[in-house]
T-cell receptor, first 110, second 118 residues
């Protein structure tokens, strides 16, 4: 069964304290690995898509990387406005279905 | 990305009733999907809304419970039928393949509809 597992479930950081979120997947024939940000009461906001091992993408303080078995979302010098739940999802070849992890709830304290 | 709206944004319903949720996009899209996000759980795909034909349902979801329409390239509805408290959840539509866009494989989500069934 295809699975996406995110860790940790929750993470508290001080402003400026860099860290990484993990997403491991067992999606056979992974075609794309997606990262989303979700704020309370809102729909997921698209951040990145990664397609092949070794690929990296950056946006402001966020950088997503992909290996053959997992993806990392690195957060450099986070600010309180980065507080949100970060979701990871994978798709298989031939399907547009996103298989989501449960997310990591990030809290950045000032 | 497109602007995606959902109506209603939230509702409280009685057991045994039905609710229809609307999803409207401000530009034509190739694909539209409906997801469910139960408290503390992952987002789960309910079905793919196909224009002009029956929706494609995922395992565990059936048309009688979740009828879906997609009359054109910018609009879809999801009905939650004969509701029970277990249907309390956030329902989200997503779209893919924006007309004229370059990000075909990326899915963009609406704001969600928070449903509570008493």
């Amino acid at each position: 069964e295809d699975q996406v597992t995110q860790s940790p479930e929750a993470l508290r950081l001080q402003e400026g304290e860099s860290s990484s979120l993990n997403c491991s997947y067992t999606v056979s024939g992974l075609r794309g690995l997606f990262w989303y940000r979700q704020d309370p009461g809102k729909g997921p906001e698209f951040l990145f898509t990664l397609y092949s091992a070794g690929e990296e993408k950056e946006k402001e303080r966020l950088k997503a990387t992909l290996t053959k078995k997992e993806s990392f979302l690195h957060i450099t010098a986070p600010k309180p406005e980065d507080s949100a739940t970060y979701l990871c999802a994978g798709t298989q070849g031939g399907s547009e279905k996103l298989v989501f992890g449960k997310g990591t709830k990030l809290t950045v304290n000032p | 990305s497109a602007v995606i709206s959902q109506k209603p944004s939230r509702d409280i319903c009685q057991r045994g009733t039905s609710l229809t949720i609307q999803c409207q996009v401000d530009s034509q899209v190739t694909m539209m999907f409906w997801y469910r996000q139960q408290p503390g759980q992952s987002l789960t795909l309910i079905a793919t809304a196909n224009q002009g034909s029956e929706a494609t349902y995922e395992s565990g979801f059936v048309i009688d419970k979740f009828p879906i329409s997609r009359p054109n390239l910018t609009f879809s509805t999801l009905t939650v039928s004969n509701m029970s408290p277990e249907d309390s959840s956030i329902y989200l539509c997503s779209v893919m393949g924006l007309a004229g866009g370059s990000s075909y494989n990326e899915q963009f989500f609406g704001p969600g509809t928070r449903l509570t069934v008493l």
